[in-house]
Nanobody, 118 residues
Framework: QVQLVESGGDLVQPGGSLRLSCAAS????????MSWYRQAPGKEREWVAT??????????NYADSVKGRFTISRDNAKNTVYLQMNSLKPEDTAVYYC?????????WGQGTQVTVSS
């Protein structure tokens, strides 16, 4: 059974940093691209970042809104993908979700809340 479990969300002041983690199980983690999405209150879920599979070189892509501030990475030995978030802004407040697409079907975790506020 495919499972994604996010953690690391918290309340942080503007300018602060957080690292989110997503532990994956039930599939060959290293063979799949992994992504982070987020959903702010009253808004649609939006893509944040993607890291390709190990075979594809683990290359990364980011939404313009987070480029230069966020870093996605993966540890294939631990079946975990991370999102390092620096220089956080109030507009980064959202529930952050981990995502993998298997056989064309998107799989989501339960999400972790990030709140940026003074």
């Amino acid at each position: 059974q495919v499972q994604l479990v996010e953690s690391g969300g918290d309340l942080v002041q503007p300018g602060g940093s957080l690292r989110l983690s997503c532990a994956a199980s039930g599939f060959s983690f290293r063979n799949y691209a992994m992504s982070w999405y987020r959903q702010a209150p009253g808004k649609e879920r939006e893509w944040v970042a993607t890291i390709t599979s190990a075979a594809a070189g683990g290359s990364t892509n980011y939404a313009d809104s987070v480029k230069g501030r966020f870093t996605i990475s993966r540890d294939n030995a631990k079946n975990t993908v991370y999102l390092q978030m620096n220089s956080l802004k109030p507009e980064d407040t959202a529930v952050y979700y981990c995502n993998v697409r298997r056989l064309g079907v998107p799989i989501w975790g339960q999400g972790t809340q990030v709140t940026v506020s003074s």
